[in-house]
Every structure is written in C-alpha cells, then in structure tokens.
C-alpha cells in the first residue's frame, strides 16, 4: 500500500537519534539512479518507524506517495523496530550513544515486565544489569556507555551544545567527558575560538587550559638573576602573551629546555621575554649513537651582560664521520658539495 508524503509524521526519538549530523546526498543519488525505494514502516496514525531519509530523499525529488507497511499498536516493539532497522548502518558515537538510550528504556520495560510475570533467575532467564546488556547491544564497554550517557546529559540540558559536544564525542568520548566538567564560560568559549571547525575543537580546547593554568600562575616574589623554564611540556602560543620582565634581574641569564623541533619556538619566546640569544648546549639522551634527535637542548639568552662561565672546548672541529653515511644513504642521488672547507669547497 502507499502513503502520501504530506501526511507522514516523523517519530519524536529519530531525529534526536539519527538527526544530528545525518546526511543523505549519498542516499539521493541512489534513489535517483535506481527509482527503487524500500518500503517504510509506519504507524496505524502515520508515525514514521523506519524510513525518515527515504521520505526526505522523497520530498527532495518532489516524489508525493511512497510504499509502507503498518505494523502493529506496541510501543516497545516500534521502539525496537525504529533502532533494528536501522541495524547495518554506519554510525557515529554520537548517534550509537542515542540509540543506547532506546535500549535502555526497552530493556527496563522488559525488565519490569519479567517481574510482573514472575520470571526469575531460577527459570534460566539470564537478565543481568540493564547497562551491561545496552552496552553489548550498541558494541561499547559498559564504561564508555556510561560515559557516553553523561554527555548526552549535557546535551539533553543544554541544547545550543548539541554541535561541540556531538562532535567532540565523535572524536573522543573521554575527550567529550572532560568538557562536561568545564564551567558554561569555558565551554562558550571553545564554541567561539572553533567557530564551526571541528577539527579544532581539541586543540583549541588545550590552548584555553594552557591559558587558565597561565592566568592561575602567579610569578614568584622578587627579582632573579638566573631562570630556567622547560618548554618541552608547555603549549607555546599562550607563552607570547606572559610577561616575565617584573622577575628579571638588570643582567640576568635565561635557560631554556626545548627539544629540536621546538628551536623557533624557543627563541621566539626568549625574544618576546626580550632576552638575546648567547648559546645553547646539548643534552644527548641516545647513549648508543653520536647524532640523534633524541635530545633536548639547552637554549641559553642574556639580559644585560651576565658573566659567561660556559667555555668553549677547545679541540679537534672534525664532524662525526656518521653524519656523512647518513646523508650518503639519505640522498644517494644527489650531487654533494661542502663549502668553505679550508677557505675552499669540496665535492663528494
């Protein structure tokens, strides 16, 4: 039998299902090119059970009836259709987590209705706890159901979040977990700083923790004459934005520990910190081999004139001979030449 179109109501938990982030270009095109639509499931008062997108493809491609099937006045058994239909498609955490939300009302039902009906344990019915068996019905451990759901809490209680905390659960649901323990002021402002990015959101949301731990730390009391600052473990941007200079003795020395890929970074800070930089040293952390990027480097910038008390050693300048293997077996191919070798150049 068919329907028409116009008088289709959608069911009320699909779309909090199913609706957030669903797209369906991909299901147009087939439709289109196929002219076949699989039968949707209603109800006997027209409530969709399965088959919003085929309805909406429907109304995009201005088709006005649509084949169906009735089933039956049992609100647990179209609860069970509604999630059981929509069984082998791909879905997110997001949408997984919703639909846990189905079992879980469905399976405290059934839950209820074994007592009324006298069912125990003795008659060889494995009930077992509710959230353990949702969890193993959407593929999740039961902790992360448990984590999921209290996403979804937020969401629930606060609506205009649905996009951050959707797509920060699609990411990470630990991830998603720790921004509903953020203040409303924190979590506005990851909303603002990603501004629809969700590629963002997790970078954006360790800047702002940076810069609360930034604003949360005080400078201790006085003037120094030496400071030592490790940026290994530190996110750079919010340091372009601290002032150190109240601290800072008129000559004073500053080292920094930063690791190769951070030498930029190092003396971009040293300079904003308005220190110049002296010298650095290196602390080579690879006792099996001479060159190695596992190391960190000591980068050391001056205020005033500090006395220097790291000398020079004054020995042989050779290079370790297995920098020149290295380069050989890295670029095999490519002409070599070294310059300024004795005022004079060499080709290898």
Do not use: A
């Not at 997110?92 to 344990?121: A, C, D, N």
């Not at 959230?131 to 448990?146: A, D, L, P, Q, Y």
């Not at 200079?245 to 930029?264: A, G, K, N, T, Y």
């Amino acid at each position: 039998m068919k329907v028409e179109i116009s008088k289709l109501f959608p069911h009320p938990m699909n779309n909090k299902i199913y609706g957030y982030d669903d797209k369906i270009s991909e299901l147009v095109e087939k439709i289109k090119s196929s002219g076949w639509i699989k039968p949707i499931l209603i109800t006997t008062d027209n409530v969709i059970i399965s088959g919003h997108r085929r309805v909406e493809v429907c109304k995009i491609l201005d088709i006005t009836e649509i084949e169906c099937e009735v089933v039956e006045d049992d609100p647990i058994k179209q609860m069970e259709l509604l999630v059981l239909e929509n069984y082998y498609r791909v879905k997110t955490p997001y949408q997984l987590i919703r639909e846990s939300e189905i079992y879980y009302e469905i399976e405290k039902k059934k839950s209820y209705q074994r007592m009324m009906s006298g069912v125990t344990p003795e008659s060889g019915i494995t009930q077992g706890r509710t959230t353990e068996i949702v969890s193993k019905k959407i593929g999740m451990s039961e902790s992360t159901f448990k984590k999921g759901r209290k996403v979804m809490e937020v969401i629930d209680d606060n609506p205009d979040w649905m996009w951050i905390f959707g797509e920060s659960l699609n990411q990470s649901v630990d991830g998603s977990v720790k921004l509903t323990e953020k203040s409303p002021e924190f979590i506005e402002k990851v909303i603002e700083k990603v501004g629809g990015d969700k590629d963002k959101i997790f970078s954006v949301i360790k800047e702002l923790e940076q810069e609360e731990l930034r604003t949360k730390t005080t400078l201790p009391p006085g003037k120094f004459g030496v400071i030592i600052f490790n940026l290994t473990n530190r996110f750079t941007l919010n340091l372009l934005h601290t002032d150190i200079s109240p601290i800072c003795e008129d000559d004073c020395i500053l080292f920094m520990w930063v690791r190769p890929h951070q030498i930029d970074s190092g003396l971009d800070i040293s300079k904003h910190w308005n220190f110049r930089y002296c010298t650095c040293l290196f602390w080579n952390k690879d006792n099996h081999n001479e060159i190695t990027l596992n190391g960190e480097i000591l980068l050391m910038s001056i205020k005033g004139s500090p006395p220097n008390v790291f000398k020079m050693f004054e020995g042989s300048t050779e290079k370790p001979l297995l920098m020149e293997e290295l380069i050989k077996k890295g670029y095999p191919d490519w002409s070599k030449v070294e310059i300024f070798v004795d005022d004079g150049w060499k080709i290898w």
